[in-house]
């Protein structure tokens, strides 16, 4: 599966993006989707993931009630809204979809959206 991720940006402090990621190459409803971030001198964290009917979804505390994550299997897209943005949320944002294959996880990455927040 191929994942191509956009809506990042520079913003400040308080303000709101929406970040979307678009799969193609295979049946999206087969995975399972996520966010990632990495800031400058830290390694890559999972922000929040949602399952593959999208009942279930997981935050990073740091982002909860603050991020949502959704997917539109029919338009093979999953989001992530963010609101009440703060300095530490810059990063470069990176999108992830997962699959078990057999007794392993299979992982694929979108690549990558900067977003900076100005306090």
């Known amino acids: 599966v191929q994942l191509q991720a956009s809506g990042g940006g520079s913003v400040q402090a308080g303000d709101s993006l929406r970040l979307s990621c678009v799969a193609s190459g295979r049946t999206f409803s087969d995975f399972s989707t996520g966010w990632f971030r990495q800031a400058p001198g830290k390694e890559r964290e999972m922000v929040a993931a949602?399952?593959?009917?999208?009942?279930?979804?997981w935050y990073t505390d740091s982002v909860k009630g603050r991020f949502t994550i959704s997917r539109d299997d029919a338009a093979n897209t999953v989001s992530l809204q963010m609101n009440s943005l703060g300095p530490e949320d810059t990063a470069v944002y990176y999108c992830?979809?997962?699959?078990?294959?057999?007794?392993?996880?299979?992982?694929?990455w979108g690549q990558g959206t900067q977003v900076t927040v100005s306090s």
């Open positions: 992830s979809a997962h699959i078990r294959t057999l007794a392993r996880w299979d992982t694929y």
């Open positions: 949602i399952s593959r009917n999208g009942v279930t979804a």
